[in-house]
């Protein structure tokens, strides 16, 4: 049987390889048909005429180069039906070579999942790769080959609007979902019917830009770029990732767009990555606006010479490639690379063997109208509600309540429950997504008399509604108030200097806590907001982000106990804007507070203190669980060694629920220094009550490492802190050992 298998094996391998191979020989021979015009065509990218992030390119004759093959990419253009036309131009080409057809499709097509930072609160990794993989689903039968999506960048500035698109502020977390969205889109394999290509973006080291002001630079060490912001795109890439998008910001002082160093040394260099890297919209010629580039045509240079192959939506590549190979300023090798890359994803999409592979209008309707979709949605956007507070039990609450006052801004909105980033079809109305009074409409039962009042708008002054809001709250055995910020003000191009929960949001707070009624607060946000009258004063506090197409009924599963919360912090909650950016794993510097009351010639702020209002990792559930019995295999590890961390875990509440058991290590001396603590393994389990269940984690080599001041990734001899808790600021078992030769 073992001759069997190896003969299998080896068969398997080598068709897997000579497959390869006849992709490589199918771009080779098409290229020695290809003019240069033709090959710079496949450069260039062109939105379609819906909503855009930037200047749509002007053009009444898209259709006639798209014929010419002036054109390898499109996006924003939804259905079957308009990529079929679309690719039907395509094919009156000389070479008939197909188009790509790309889309921001960042959580979900039709059924809209959470906001990426919402669905990074959940911490189950499963459920992000499924959320993924719907969307592929969705998408690629829809005509859409290529998302991009997942947004990879760490940031740790709720200030900077497109915080709501990544995993939050740690690189551990990070790196693990950025793995797992990328497994999502792109399913087995590129070229499947339900598979999408994946694009990491933006790289890189977007999401530190100064000020969290979008757009901005970034100024960091190497080192930090090395440890803190590259090893999510480095998952990406390692799970496959089809293509990278650079970012629009400057990178101490070098355009990303024409970064060299980051896109040729790094990514194509280093890591060795095969697919291609797009522009984000018109960054080529944004170069120009930075001072980095004199014009359309320097700029063009720039970019092909530091790895960017596709240009989206500038028509620098287009207007300038030409000349410059003629001019020799660059090599027709740069624009061969760039092209080849492109070409080898659309074979290996299938695209050239049947360009209208993805146009199928049935294949396209029973995908957007698969009941299974809205179930899955439903579960993790369960998954991505976090406790905050529930200090006097009032949830979860029973089904036979007799009167509930249901009271907010938010409670019958029906879109603004996608977020930021979701997809507007035109033939699809808003009735399939589930509002948050649908949501305990269809929870509570027929006694159960459901009361309403708008209280007050989400921005403004009025108060007008705040009678109406207090006559219905003293009707009611209990209130639920849905606050927080409307839909849009996080997002791209959507920096706040001030994240405080709106005012006029507040003071209906403090109105209707004067009636003595249990009030459970809900608050809808794409990022950390400021509340901190709320957090010190009101007893019950659910994080609600923005919880995509089933927001309602997740909502009420939580709020009535049909879901155990389980969602952990995936960023530190401010006190202030002072704090930020204000993140877990900071250095302990030379003179650490000892506690928030400590300020006298300490590391400290004397108005405000360091902790956050809510840390990295918390997050509450309705039963509590116990940690206990810590042991490690051994006290000491060689570096080629691992060791064995087991603990045992006990439900000793009153309802079953999951746990996120975090693991963190801190490096005691370093020969650079290193974090009070990182997050290094977690695990997500479930217990019924008075269950016991063991957990282990393995210590190794590769979670002692870290990037010295030569920017060599080793691990250095020495003592190691252990810590295992419910987030970084609750650790609840605690050990060492040491690092030897």
């Given at each position: 049987m073992r001759i069997i298998f190896k003969i299998l094996f080896l068969i398997s391998f080598y068709t897997a390889f000579s497959q390869q191979k006849s992709i490589e020989q199918k771009v080779d021979v098409l290229l020695k048909e290809m003019t240069l015009d033709e090959k710079i065509?496949?450069?260039?990218?062109?939105?379609?005429?819906?909503?855009?992030?930037?200047?749509?390119t002007i053009n009444t004759n898209k259709q006639t180069e798209i014929k010419s093959g002036k054109l390898g990419s499109m996006l924003n253009i939804l259905g079957t039906t308009y990529t079929r036309q679309y690719q039907q131009l395509a094919m009156q080409s000389r070479l008939k070579i197909p188009l790509l057809f790309g889309l921001d499709a960042i959580h979900g097509y039709k059924t809209t999942f959470p906001i990426p930072l919402a669905e990074a609160a959940s911490w189950d990794l499963e459920a992000i790769e499924l959320s993924a993989r719907i969307g592929a689903i969705e998408m690629a039968a829809s005509g859409i080959h290529w998302t991009f999506a997942p947004m990879v960048d760490i940031t740790r500035d709720p200030r900077w609007g497109r915080v709501m698109e990544g995993a939050g502020e740690d690189t551990y977390l990070g790196s693990k979902i950025a793995y797992a969205r990328v497994k999502g889109f792109q399913g087995k394999k590129l070229g499947d019917l339900n598979s999408v290509m994946a694009c990491a973006k933006h790289f890189a080291a977007y999401g530190a830009a100064v000020g969290g002001r979008e757009y901005n630079s970034v100024d960091m060490s190497e080192r930090m770029l090395w440890e803190t912001y590259l090893p999510p795109f480095k998952a990406a890439v390692d799970a496959g990732a089809a293509t990278l998008m650079n970012s629009f910001n400057d990178i101490n002082g070098i355009p990303a767009t024409g970064n060299k160093y980051i896109q040729r040394d790094i990514l194509k260099g280093k890591w060795n990555f095969k697919g291609f890297v797009v522009s984000d919209w018109g960054s080529i010629g944004e170069m120009i606006t930075h001072g980095y580039s004199k014009d359309s045509k320097d700029a063009a240079q720039k970019a092909i010479i530091a790895g960017s192959d596709m240009d989206m939506e500038s028509n620098s590549y287009l207007n300038n490639l030409a000349e410059l190979v003629q001019e020799k300023k660059i090599s027709i090798s740069l624009i061969d690379d760039a092209v080849k890359r492109i070409l080898h994803k659309?074979?290996?999409?299938?695209?050239?063997?049947?360009?209208?592979?993805?146009?199928?209008?049935?294949?396209?309707?029973?995908?957007?109208?698969?009941?299974?979709?809205?179930?899955?949605?439903?579960?993790?956007?369960?998954?991505?509600?976090?406790?905050?507070?529930?200090?006097?039990?009032?949830?979860?609450?029973?089904?036979?309540?007799?009167?509930?006052?249901?009271?907010?801004?938010?409670?019958?909105?029906?879109?603004?429950?996608?977020?930021?980033?979701?997809?507007?079809?035109?033939?699809?109305?808003?009735?399939?997504?589930?509002?948050?009074?649908?949501?305990?409409?269809?929870?509570?039962?027929?006694?159960?008399?459901?009361?309403?009042?708008?209280?007050?708008?989400?921005?403004?002054?009025?108060?007008?509604?705040?009678?109406?809001?207090?006559?219905?709250?003293?009707?009611?055995?209990?209130?639920?108030?849905?606050?927080?910020?409307?839909?849009?003000?996080?997002?791209?191009?959507?920096?706040?200097?001030?994240?405080?929960?709106?005012?006029?949001?507040?003071?209906?707070?403090?109105?209707?806590q004067k009636t003595g009624k249990p009030i459970v607060i809900l608050i809808n946000a794409g990022r950390p907001l400021i509340f901190n009258w709320t957090a010190d004063n009101m007893p019950t506090?659910?994080?609600?982000?923005?919880?995509?197409?089933?927001?309602?009924?997740?909502?009420?599963?939580?709020?009535?106990?049909?879901?155990?919360?389980?969602?952990?912090?995936?960023?530190?909650?401010?006190?202030?804007?002072?704090?930020?950016?204000?993140?877990?794993?900071?250095?302990?510097?030379?003179?650490?507070?000892?506690?928030?009351?400590?300020?006298?010639?300490?590391?400290?702020?004397?108005?405000?203190?360091?902790?956050?209002?809510?840390?990295?990792?918390?997050?509450?559930?309705?039963?509590?669980?116990?940690?206990?019995?810590?042991?490690?295999?051994?006290?000491?590890?060689?570096?080629?060694?691992?060791?064995?961390?087991?603990?045992?875990?006990?439900n000793t509440g009153e309802f079953a629920g999951e746990e996120v058991v975090q693991l963190y290590l801190r490096d005691k001396v370093g020969s650079v220094v290193r974090p009070i603590l990182e997050l290094k393994d977690f695990q997500k389990i479930k217990l019924e009550v008075g269950e016991i269940k063991t957990i282990k984690f393995i210590i190794d080599n590769q979670k002692l490492s870290f990037y010295n001041s030569k920017l060599e990734f080793n691990s250095e001899l020495g003592d190691f802190d252990l810590m295992i808790g419910s987030s970084s600021a609750d650790i609840r078992l605690r050990s060492n050992f040491e690092l030897v030769k």
């Open positions: 065509g496949q450069l260039n990218q062109y939105a379609g005429d819906n909503a855009a992030t930037g200047p749509i659309k074979f290996e999409l299938g695209l050239f063997d049947n360009p209208f592979r993805y146009c199928d209008s049935v294949r396209e309707k029973e995908a957007l109208n698969n009941p299974k979709h809205s179930k899955i949605a439903r579960k993790v956007a369960s998954k991505s509600i976090v406790l905050l507070k529930n200090e006097k039990h009032v949830l979860p609450l029973s089904k036979n309540i007799n009167t509930i006052a249901f009271i907010g801004p938010m409670v019958k909105l029906k879109r603004a429950n996608h977020g930021f980033w979701a997809i507007n079809l035109k033939d699809v109305d808003s009735t399939y997504i589930v509002s948050q009074w649908e949501g305990l409409e269809n929870k509570v039962g027929k006694n159960t008399r459901l009361l309403y009042a708008k209280g007050c708008g989400i921005e403004g002054e009025s108060k007008a509604g705040f009678q109406e809001a207090i006559d219905v709250a003293n009707q009611a055995d209990v209130v639920i108030l849905s606050i927080g910020e409307r839909w849009n003000m996080t997002g791209e191009a959507k920096s706040k200097s001030n994240i405080q929960l709106p005012e006029v949001q507040e003071n209906l707070i403090k109105e209707l506090i659910v994080y609600t982000w923005w919880l995509g197409s089933e927001a309602g009924n997740a909502i009420a599963d939580v709020l009535f106990g049909d879901y155990n919360p389980s969602g952990k912090l995936p960023m530190s909650f401010p006190r202030g804007e002072g704090q930020i950016p204000i993140y877990y794993n900071h250095f302990n510097t030379g003179r650490p507070a000892k506690n928030d009351r400590n300020t006298n010639y300490v590391s400290a702020y004397t108005d405000l203190p360091n902790s956050p209002k809510f840390p990295f990792g918390f997050g509450l559930s309705y039963t509590t669980f116990q940690y206990s019995d810590l042991k490690l295999s051994k006290q000491t590890m060689k570096s080629n060694e691992s060791i064995e961390v087991s603990l045992t875990i006990k």
